[in-house]
Each structure stands twice: as C-alpha cells, then as structure tokens.
C-alpha cells in the first residue's frame, strides 16, 4: 500500500497523510496515539519519499537507505543506541548500511535522525520502505540531509 510519510519541522515524529484540505493537510502521527492533526501551509512539510542520503557518487533515496538498514536489522530495531552512541559509532554502524555516504555532508544529527525515523516507521509497521516511499514527481520540494 503506498502511503505518504511526512515529516513535519518543529513537531516530533512522523506523520501519516490521511486527507487534504482546501487550506491543510491532515496527518495522522505514526506512534501509538495516531492523533489527527491539521498541518497548514506554514508548516514546513516533508514526505520523506522526497529525501535523499549524500554518497560520494549519487545521492541515495531514503527509501532505499531505509531499506538497507531494515535488511542489515532484520525488520527489528537498530542493534545499536543511537540516543547515546558517540559521533565515531554512529558513523561506523552507518558505515555498514551505506558503505560510501558522504562523510563531510552527512552529519551525526543526520545519522541520529535516520536512526529514529527508522524506529518509528518499525514500531508503526512500515517496513516495505521501496513501495512506501517510492520517489514523488511533481511540486514536492527536494530535501537532501
């Protein structure tokens, strides 16, 4: 089932677009409340089917990265904890998933970010992230991390 995965800026987590308005969208958060909310025009929105990953030759869509990390994990959580891994670890474990990701454009907090984006999408059941966050055509705007 394709759906749109958001992420919306100033909000925790990860959102799920439900329906469109005349002036909003609304999302449905990916945790275990999946509490509605509108998100209006002001709010900076971002599928995630929109965001790619540095490497030293292309960039790499989430998707796929995600995807790498899930096969790498085995569908479960990340082995290793990110909330209190050093910059080092984190760049080494992230090493293993994207082996040529661009070490000077790809920050920790990138990493970090990647890491719970992850962990929501497997806590929430999303884990065919080819399908789910196939890139997007059309007046999305394109975020890199």
């Keep these: 089932m394709l759906q749109t995965i958001l992420s919306i ?41 929109d965001i ?12 796929e990265v995600l995807a790498k990390l899930r096969d790498k994990e085995d569908s479960k959580l990340p082995s290793l904890n990110w909330r209190k891994a050093s910059a080092k670890e984190l760049q080494s474990y992230f090493a293993e998933v994207l082996p040529n990701f661009d070490r000077d454009r790809v920050h920790t907090s ?13 806590k929430a059941g999303v884990t065919n992230f080819e399908e789910d ?3 997007t055509e059309g007046d999305n705007i394109d975020d890199r991390l």
């Design 110 to 122: 990138d990493i970090k970010k990647l890491l719970q984006w992850y962990e929501i999408l497997v």
């Design 9 to 49: 800026a100033g909000k925790p987590g990860l959102y799920k677009l439900v329906s469109r308005g005349k002036m909003n969208l609304i999302v449905e958060s990916l945790d275990e409340t999946h509490k509605r909310q509108p998100a209006f025009g002001t709010d900076r929105v971002t599928s995630l089917a």
């Design 133 to 135: 966050m196939k890139p």
């Design 52 to 63: 790619a990953m540095f490497t030293d030759t292309d960039d790499v869509p989430l998707g």
